[in-house]
């Protein structure tokens, strides 16, 4: 061969370095090539994702309503006699306690009269002294003859007319004493306040509303479930008390716990619905009658419920599904039917098996059918 030409030396040793490169190349990337089928390794073996396993258990079932505060006794504090208001004990407004004096009217008329009512019960009791002891006396005398029959029942007859004037007596006292307790307003029941409607020194008269008094624990949170829901209500009614949790409406996070304690006996037939009333402690008076709340009654437990993490269910237009790893390790799509929640978990009526492998991440970029290496992700759920 011919190679004393220096044009055709050159390209002959450029061609040796070319193809030494390209068997280098090939000796260090080609195996992996090849087996992926032009893939690398990493792709075939597909994506990481976590997942978990759903898990059975027992769920709380809940029926949600909005309803109002409403006051166990709300009283209007009334004057019962006639007289000037004299005193206010207890400012507007006030939380006062059963007994506690609150409003005084004049007393000086009721004390004239309780006085005088003394008076006279001591006056008839010495008048009915010397009718009894004439009678007596009297009842001696007839046995000799010393006094007609006629004379002897006068004078048991002015005796029993001296203890009936005492009786009297004692009844206008005890109403002399009445009269002057009306003097004092007192709370029937502890309870706020709200603002007096007379002031003191006002000339007030038997039945005028002075103020008004609500109780305000513990308290109703009255609401109206629809028609529909009153079997299951009842259902679980009898098994017992029925929990309930009362939240103020608008961003409130603190809850009052109590029990339903009512329901009405009949169906309003121009809404549906009937009333209800849970009883909620409110030891701290924070919730006040004529309040928006939402009520949430428990109405029973779904038992055995198979339950999955609320962040693994996706949704499109033919409905709610899950992405799971297949046996083979591919990602399946499975359309399901859910049920209630409980915190971050959420019951799959259908579509899942106890053992699915339930993808919890990366769910944007995996699909149907693709590879995937799952990791599992113990204690999550």
Known sequence: MNIGKPGRLRVFVLSGVILFGALFVAGKFGSRFFLSGGKSASSQMGMPVP??????KTVPLYKEYIGTTEAIRNVALQAMVTGYLKDQFVPDGSDVKKGMLIYRID??????ALDQAEAQVERDKASFEYARE????????????????????QSTSMMHQAASTILADKAALDLARINMGYTEIRAPFSGRLSRSL?????????????NTLVQLDPIYATFNPPEADLADI??????????????????????????????????????????????VPNTDKTLIPGEWVHVRLHIGDR????????????????????LVVSKDNKVEI??????????????????????????????QKIGPGMPVVPMEQPGKI
Request: aromatic letters at 6%; zero cysteines.
């Open 198 to 210: 007379v002031y003191t020194g006002t000339l007030i008269n038997t039945g005028t509303q002075i």
């Open 51 to 56: 997942v978990v396993r759903g898990i059975r």
């Open 134 to 153: 004439n009678q007596r006396r009297n009842s001696l005398m007839v046995v000799h003859g010393d006094i007609s029959k006629d004379a002897f029942q």
């Open 234 to 279: 009842l259902k679980n009614r009898v098994h017992g008390k029925m929990p309930a949790t009362v939240r103020l409406s608008g961003n409130h996070s603190k809850t009052y716990n109590g029990n339903l304690s009512f329901i009405d006996n009949v169906i309003d037939r121009q809404t549906g619905t009937f009333t209800a009333r849970v009883t």
């Open 334 to 363: 499975r359309f399901v039917v859910l049920g209630v929640m409980d915190g971050d978990l959420i019951e799959a009526v259908k579509g899942i098996s106890d053992d699915d492998r339930i993808i919890v991440g990366n769910q």
């Open 303 to 322: 038992q055995n419920a198979l339950m999955i993490p609320q962040t693994a269910v996706g949704s499109n237009q033919i409905g709610k599904f899950v």
């Open 107 to 112: 007393q000086r008329n009721y004390r004239a």
